[in-house]
């Protein structure tokens, strides 16, 4: 279980990556935390000939708040975010969940949403806030709403050309609240169900802004628009976190699997969305 | 690829493949074998090691990563002073059996308390969750990094 | 704690809980693990593994692979069968191919080897030989394996016309029926108990160095018995058995896995051979899950018959379980299913019958004891649940159902139905303990509020009773082989010794009880004594440890050669003090004159006076051997309780307390039993919640690498309290009854039954383990919870 040859670069600047991964072609790959790109080395499941580490490069570690959003470069860990004092909602309640503590400590949350796996959590967080992500290539940034970017399970819509220097998530001034609810089997172990809920109220105290996204029950991370339709308009009640819950139980698209039945997994989605709802509006009440 | 990676407080210099992973580099390159190799997976986390006083898994880092940075092994737990306070902790609460898993449990260890003084039961197992053991149940895995922690506090270590 | 201790903690004997000795370089990262080793001129193999579960090998072309820079040779099973290596025997009586040369039987199994002169390029070498598979259909289960018309895995084997491993059966048939035909009530359970993995954090492998000029073949393996895998490679290989030298360096966990002999050790070891360089193998993870020793999967289903106060009457069960392609249970009984038939548990009843049955299928070949003795945990499992289950069909309390049936303490020795006989224990009291600890009735006051709030609570009981020790020599072999083992004393001049074992630690520590041991019997200080085990070189013979035999049978042995040591001492101490040997008397640390405690000679000084001064015709040395050969198995037991809160919405269940109290008799090291049991009640909780191995429809393994195949973290990892009772063996000579098992053994029935406590009232009856969230989330709701 060892990884085949590669030519290796390490870039000192995002221009030099750019460049570098673009000469590679589609054979090529970035170098970011390594925590999925490694291990699908390793199982051979992923031969590039060419990687291109941008560990090195300076000032992408940056996790702020700025302009009514949330900037995370590409080189800020997973285990940077749960520490991080700027973060709050989903962002925050998610953090924690990330596979362990010893790859939350290499792995980025910016590789992580790059990678598009279907059961990674961080899409899921970022469908509900309604995130962006940056991309840079030869002829500068653009941002890329996340439902864009992710095009389907382990493809995003970068050009070969392009790498994501940073994810904006947006930050509301008003009363807000998010969280994340994770089945995992262990600690290490990719969701069975996940569910990522984002709320924000109107001065009336009704929900002014929904999001609902799942994780694992989808062929991609999905968000549950059904439910979040519902829930917009309304006050917050257990009523109507449970009709959104099944709300979102009907959107998903489980499997059945070694993880369980897909009859199951819908249940739980409807629990998790309704008790993520609650943890929400709980927390942009207070 | 040329490389310099300070192990342990020395530094050590090769030529490696870029595909080399880092575990193999320290076991087979500086022949430090107290840091294993359980999985193919990313998943056991016997292959811990600080890198910058980070603990993370060496088996899922290329050893060409490491260029320039400073890496800790159990083989530099010690001191001059003697054992690392989790080393003999680990050795009084009966923290290890087979003993394979224990470098990293002990070096994961060692950064938590450098980060935490006083570590809850709950706070331990969090931090030792990225790291399997077979043998202990973890009872006294537990026991003995809360062990450490306290005498570590009462050195004024930290 | 019970104190059993009759030695001052600087001799630290029997009792005191001494640290291990072996701790001292593990801590520093000293240990030596067999991938440490490295030898001059070391060549590394990498396996080609079948990628499908049934299919027939029609070519292999190594070419590619041999033009790998790096790649030295391509090992087929062509090249074996011209050495008469192709296939090797199990220790069931049955083969096991080494590498495939007609058919491959099973995902994973071996069918090439690439030697090259580094891993990395051994790797890339084996991604490159190509074999041409022809694919057959795959048999999953062992009722598809044995319906009528399944296509035969074994085609090879001579007089073998369908899919049927072996039929065992035990028991008085005719006193069962009768039972059951006029029982009460009967109650009957049908389940599965899931293949699983010992998977320890180091995988096995192999440094094999046979040098071609002096035919020495020096092996360095992972291996929990190494004599009896000398012997074995002797008869396999063909090689003289005084040039096989097998060293098991340090090893990182074993629970079974390092028992058998697997096709890797047979192929680097003829690499070796015929390269003339020594090669190395370490299996990859997925390689060690695929292919080595899984444990269990059997499908059982039990029944017993009961009077209408809960008192049972007989038991009949009827099993059937699923070996893999090839016939490799490593028991050494002369029973097919191992010692399944202690399944009557702890329980006074007079009639059983058990019928078995064992089936071929397209899966890696197996049934090693997992942290057991052979087959002993799905039969404990079978009889606890079957107890939960007529608890919950009688409306009896299971802990009241349990003390109305229990072997009574003036009934031991206690002859089963099944034919054990049982030496000793108190089971009311190790109960009655356990439940008091646990806050039995608040439990259940609490459990009756939770229902009305719709919250489910569950408390699970079981009180098992373990076989171990194999074992007599009439009953016990490996291939012929006696299941004795040996203990070798030498005592220096100077008074410290070496200790000589022929059973091998993987961490249970016995460089340290083994020491204390002696020191009970001699009076030498444990930490003056070296224990030297897993060189066959340096050792005497023995069978090896596993199925908890390393204290019942080695630690025997340790205390009768002891013992013989000091009646020698004795002598020379009687000369030394000028007295009659009937009148010297032992204390912890000194011989003395019977009635004058202050005429008296240490060991040391007997031991000086070994090699200096002896009594006429005695002979010079302290050193001695012992074979042990047990009288019988020893029995431990324990009583667990469990609390599990179980959520209805999603099926996730957490475990809220677990009291375990195990009965071990004399505790040697009370540190090291503790830390035993702790290991055990993980493997049981992981069993019984999400370690398992399952295969898709076309015999895919599903649990091939630690992403599927789970252990459970420090975080998912029950606090464990533990409690005990100490009743001795009598037959043992320090009455100790060996524990590195009974917690894997017991504990997984507690955990089920508690999940099962807490929607019996719902009507659920069973949930297969691993209980899954989703298990139980369908068994709620198809019961209409
Ligand atoms: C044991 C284990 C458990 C895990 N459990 C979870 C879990 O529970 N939930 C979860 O969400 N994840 C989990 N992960 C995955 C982990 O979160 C990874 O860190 C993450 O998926 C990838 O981030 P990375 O920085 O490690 O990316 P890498 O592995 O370096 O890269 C992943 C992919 O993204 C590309 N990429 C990386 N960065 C960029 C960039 N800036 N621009 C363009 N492309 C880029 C790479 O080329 C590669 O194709 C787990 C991983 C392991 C090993
Ligand atoms: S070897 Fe298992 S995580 Fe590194
Ligand atoms: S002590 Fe053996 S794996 Fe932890």
């Given at each position: ?39 699908m080395m ?11 580490d ?5 000032g ?29 909602g ?15 400590n ?36 653009r ?9 389907d ?12 220097v ?13 969280s ?32 609902v996204a ?5 062929p ?13 308009g ?12 099944e ?5 998903a ?34 | ?27 087979t390159?500086?022949g430090?074998t ?7 997976t ?11 006083g ?6 899922t ?48 260890g ?25 043998c202990?149940g ?16 009462s050195?004024?270590?930290? | ?13 029997i ?90 039987r ?14 990395y ?48 059966e035990?028991g ?42 002096t ?10 018995a190494?004599?009896a ?5 002797a ?6 058995e005084?040039?096989?030298r ?6 990182g ?8 002999i ?7 070891t ?31 289903t ?8 809960g008192r ?11 070996q ?46 997992y ?7 799905e039969?404990?499992?079978?009889i ?49 303990k ?6 039995y ?28 020790g ?18 070798e004393?030498?005592v ?5 010794a070496?200790?000589?074992?022929g ?11 083994f ?11 444990a ?28 630690g025997?042995?340790?205390a ?19 007295a ?11 011989f ?11 060991i ?13 015709g ?13 009288p ?17 919405d999603?099926?996730?269940?957490k ?23 702790h ?5 049981g ?8 191995i ?12 630690f ?9 998912e990892?029950?606090r ?13 000579p ?24 807490a ?20 068994a ?6």
């Amino acid at each position: 279980m060892l990884p085949a040859r590669f030519d290796y670069v390490a870039a000192s600047s995002v221009e030099e990556a750019i460049a570098a991964k673009a000469e590679g072609g589609d054979e090529a790959r970035i170098l970011a935390g390594g925590q999925s790109l490694l291990p699908m080395m390793k199982l051979r499941f992923a031969t590039p000939s060419k990687l291109v580490d941008i560990n090195r490069i300076a000032g992408l570690d940056a996790i702020r708040s700025h302009n009514g959003h949330l900037h995370v470069g590409a080189l800020v860990r997973h285990a940077d975010i749960a520490a991080s004092g700027a973060v709050s909602g989903a962002v925050a309640s998610a953090a924690p969940w990330i596979a362990d503590p010893l790859v939350r400590n290499l792995g980025t949350m910016c590789g992580s949403v790059a990678h598009c796996d279907p059961e990674g959590d961080w899409n899921s967080v970022l469908l509900a806030t309604g995130a962006e992500v940056v991309a840079q290539g030869p002829s500068g940034r653009r941002t890329i709403d996340i439902g864009d970017f992710v095009q389907d399970f382990f493809t995003n819509s970068l050009a070969e050309d392009e790498m994501v220097v940073a994810l904006h998530i947006p930050v509301p001034s008003g009363r807000s609240g998010g969280s994340y609810q994770k089945l995992e089997r262990k600690v290490g172990d990719y969701a069975t169900v996940g569910v990522a809920t984002h709320l924000e109220l109107a001065d009336d105290g009704t929900i002014s802004a929904a999001g609902v996204a799942m994780t694992s029950v989808a062929p991609i991370n999905r968000k549950a628009t059904d439910a979040e339709a519902l829930l917009v308009g309304n006050a917050p009640s257990a009523e109507l976190f449970a009709e959104a819950g099944e709300a979102a139980a009907a959107a998903a698209d489980p499997r059945d699997d070694v993880r369980g039945s897909a009859r199951w997994k819908r249940r739980v989605v409807a629990a998790f969305t309704q008790r993520a709802l609650a943890a929400a509006a709980e927390q942009a009440q207070s | 690829m040329e490389i310099t990676i300070n192990i342990n407080g020395t530094d050590h210099t090769a030529d490696v493949e870029p595909r080399r992973l880092l575990v193999d580099h320290i076991r087979t390159g500086a022949g430090l074998t107290g840091t294993h190799i359980g999985c193919d997976t990313t998943s056991c986390g016997v292959c811990t090691v600080l890198v910058d006083g980070t603990p993370v898994k060496s088996c899922t880092m290329l050893a060409v990563q490491a260029d320039g940075r400073e890496v800790t092994t159990v083989e530099g737990l010690k001191s001059a002073d003697g054992l690392h306070p989790v080393q003999q902790a680990f050795s009084d609460e009966h923290g290890l059996q087979c003993g394979f898993c224990t470098p990293a449990m002990m070096l994961v260890g060692a950064a938590l308390i450098d980060e935490n003084p006083a570590p809850s039961d709950d706070e331990v197992r969090w931090a030792i969750s990225g790291n399997l053991c077979r043998c202990t149940g973890y009872m006294n895995i537990v026991k003995a990094i809360q062990a450490a922690a306290a005498a570590a506090s009462s050195n004024g270590d930290s | 704690m019970t104190d059993t201790t009759t030695t001052p903690p600087e001799i630290g004997g029997i009792g005191h809980s001494v640290k291990r000795v072996e701790d001292a370089r593990l801590i520093e990262g000293q240990g030596n693990f067999l991938d440490d080793i490295s030898l001059p001129g070391m060549l590394h193999m990498a396996l080609v593994r079948s990628p499908v579960a049934h299919a027939r090998i029609n070519g292999i072309d190594s070419d590619a692979a041999m033009a790998v820079d790096g790649v030295l040779a391509v090992v087929t099973g062509e090249l074996m069968a011209a050495h008469n290596l192709a296939w090797m025997p199990t220790l069931s009586g049955d083969t096991q191919a080494v590498l495939a040369t007609d058919k491959v039987r099973y995902q994973g199994q071996e069918v090439a080897a690439v030697i090259a002169t580094d891993p990395y390029a051994a790797a890339d070498g084996a991604e490159l030989v190509d074999v041409d598979y022809e694919m057959l259909d795959a048999i999953t289960t062992p009722q598809q394996s044995l319906a009528e018309g399944a296509e035969l895995i074994r085609d090879e084997k001579e007089g073998q016309t369908d899919n049927l491993a072996y039929t065992w059966e035990t028991g008085d048939e005719a006193a069962t029926e009768a039972a059951f035909a006029s029982a009460d009530r009967v109650v009957s359970l049908t389940t599965h108990y899931p293949r699983s993995h010992p998977s320890p954090l180091e995988t096995c492998g192999i440094v094999a160095d046979v040098n071609s000029v002096t035919g020495q073949a020096t092996i360095y393996m992972t291996s929990q018995a190494p004599h009896a895998h000398r012997t074995l490679f002797a008869l396999v290989a063909g090689l003289p058995e005084q040039n096989i030298r097998i060293i098991s360096p340090d090893i990182g966990g074993g629970f079974g896995n390092k028992v058998p002999i697997y096709p890797g050790y047979v192929v680097a070891t003829a690499a070796s051979l015929l390269i003339g360089q020594p090669v190395k193998w370490v299996e990859t993870r997925t390689g060690n899950l695929i292919s080595t020793g899984f444990g269990r999967d059997y499908y059982m289903t039990g029944e017993l018959a009961l009077t209408n106060e809960g008192r049972i009457q007989a038991m009949r069960v009827d099993m059937l379980s699923d070996q893999g392609a090839f016939y490799s249970d490593a028991q050494p009984t002369r029973y097919r299913a191992g010692l399944f038939h202690v399944c009557t548990g702890s329980y006074d009843f007079p009639h059983a019958h058990i019928k078995c049955r064992g089936a071929f299928t397209n899966k890696a070949p197996g049934g090693v004891a997992y942290r057991c003795s052979f087959r002993i945990t799905e039969a404990s499992y079978l009889i606890e649940r079957l107890m939960q289950t007529a608890a919950d069909e009688l409306g009896i309390d299971p802990a009241e159902l349990r003390l109305r049936n229990f072997i009574q303490p003036e009934q031991f020795p206690y002859e089963t139905a099944t034919g054990f006989v049982y030496d000793s224990g108190d089971y009311p009291t190790a109960l009655r303990k356990a439940l008091d600890a646990a806050g039995y009735e608040e439990l259940r006051a609490e459990q009756a509020a939770a229902r009305e709030e719709g919250r489910l609570v569950g408390i699970g009981i079981a009180h098992f009773t373990e076989a171990v020790g194999a074992g007599p020599a009439h009953t016990y072999d490996i291939a012929g082989l006696k299941m004795i083992d040996s203990a070798e004393l030498r005592v220096h001049p100077t008074g410290k010794a070496i200790l000589k074992l022929g059973v091998k630690t993987q961490g249970q520590g016995h460089e340290t009880t083994f020491a204390q041991i002696v020191a009970e019997e001699t009076g030498i200080p444990a930490t003056d004594i070296k224990v030297i085990h897993g060189d066959t070189d340096d050792t005497p013979y023995g069978l090896g440890t596993y199925a908890s035999r390393s204290t019942p049978v080695g630690g025997a042995a340790t205390a009768m050669v002891a013992r013989k040591i000091a009646d020698k001492a004795r002598h020379i101490a009687a000369h030394l003090l000028e007295a009659a040997p009937e009148d010297i008397e032992r204390s912890a640390d000194k011989f003395h004159v019977a009635g004058s405690p202050d005429q008296s000679v240490t060991i040391q000084d007997a031991a000086f006076a070994a090699y200096t001064n002896l009594p006429e015709g005695m002979e010079y040395g302290l050193e001695d051997v012992t074979y042990y050969n047990p009288p019988n198995l020893t029995f431990p037991y324990g009583s667990y309780v469990v609390v599990v809160d179980v959520d209805p919405d999603t099926g996730v269940w957490k475990v809220r307390r677990m009291v375990a109290l195990d009965d071990c008799g004399v505790r040697i090291n009370p540190m090291i039993v503790e830390g035993q049991i702790h290991g055990g009640l993980t493997e049981g909780f992981a069993m019984s919640s999400m370690q398992w191995i399952t295969f898709d429809d076309d015999g895919n393994c599903i649990g091939s690498n630690f992403m599927d195949y789970l252990i459970p973290t420090a975080w998912e990892t029950p606090r464990f309290e533990l409690l005990e009772t100490v009743t001795p063996s009598p037959h043992h000579p320090i009455g100790a009854k060996g524990i590195g098992e009974s917690a894997t053994v017991g504990s997984p029935a507690a955990f089920v039954n508690a999940v099962i406590d807490a929607v019996a009232h719902l009507g659920v009856r069973n949930i297969d383990m691993p209980v899954l969230p989703d298990r139980v989330w369908e068994a709620i709701d198809s019961a209409g919870g």
